[in-house]
């Protein structure tokens, strides 16, 4: 069965789809058969891997609330699949607000179809802890957390953490909380290495830091740019 991981900081910009499509560029270039769910109605995670989202017939919000899998083969990676999304999902929010039970389980019940079908399901989440969040957060193994190491929101993580705390709980998952992933690290900027030895150093999430970091680079940006991940447009940054 393949392992579901739901990439998630309601803060935006810390990067959450850039680490999303990466991550699964990396697995999938290493034969692992992996699917990105973009269950973000700015749809980044999408164009990042070359869709138009007013282009397509069918999206994650169909994912979600009908029988059809609007899944996608990435062309310039064997193994590398995505349910893309377009601004229709921010219509999910509504019609989920109005499901009287179970809407928190919504997303994980359509997963459960097709998870023996992929090693690797990564869920790239928009940047609020609303319905959609909650139901990536539900329907997900695990939890992976970018926080951007120029800017340290504590009260926001400290929220996140018991929100993924609560869903462990009450859905008996195990070992919940993948990690906690530093990225945009500039090890020249100060204020970079404040925040970073900070997060190590913070009860409430120190155990979670990851040893290793991401650094900032133009490089990422371009790939995005040129609708590729970094592992086939610059192998070797
Ligand atoms: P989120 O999904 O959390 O909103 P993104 O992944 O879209 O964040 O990243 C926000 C911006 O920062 C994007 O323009 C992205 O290209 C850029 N970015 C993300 N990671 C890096 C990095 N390691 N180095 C340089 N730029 C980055
Ligand atoms: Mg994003």
Redesign the pocket.
């Known amino acids: 069965m393949g392992k579901v991981i739901a990439v998630a900081?309601q803060k935006?910009?810390?990067?959450?789809?850039?680490?999303t499509v990466n991550i699964a560029g990396f697995l999938a270039l290493a034969r692992k058969k992996v699917l990105i769910i973009d269950f973000d109605p700015q749809a980044?995670a999408t164009t990042s891997l070359g869709l138009i989202p007013d282009n397509l017939t069918s999206s994650s919000i169909d994912f979600l609330f009908s029988e059809q899998l609007p899944i996608r083969n990435y062309s310039e990676l064997n193994g590398l699949y995505i349910i893309p999304s377009s601004l229709t999902l921010a219509e999910a929010e509504i019609k989920l607000f109005s499901t009287p039970i179970g809407r928190e389980q919504t997303l994980q019940k359509k997963i459960d179809k097709i998870k023996d079908g992929f090693d690797f399901i990564f869920i790239?989440c928009p940047?609020n802890l609303g319905p959609l969040t909650i139901n990536a957060l539900v329907g997900a193994d695990h939890l992976l957390i970018?926080v951007q190491t120029q800017y340290l929101p504590m009260d926001g993580l400290k929220t996140l953490i018991s929100v993924a705390k609560d869903v462990e709980a009450m859905y008996k998952k195990e070992r919940y909380i993948l990690g906690i992933l530093p990225?945009?690290y500039a090890k020249r900027e100060k204020a970079c290495q404040e925040i970073l030895e900070k997060m190590k150093n913070i009860d409430f999430i120190a155990g979670y830091v990851f040893e290793s970091i991401?650094?900032?680079?133009?490089s990422?940006?371009e790939a995005?740019m040129n609708k590729k991940p970094i592992c086939i447009f610059k192998a070797n940054s």
């Open positions: 900081n935006g910009g810390v990067g959450k789809t850039t680490t980044n790239d940047p970018p990225t945009m991401i650094r900032r680079s133009v990422i940006q995005t």
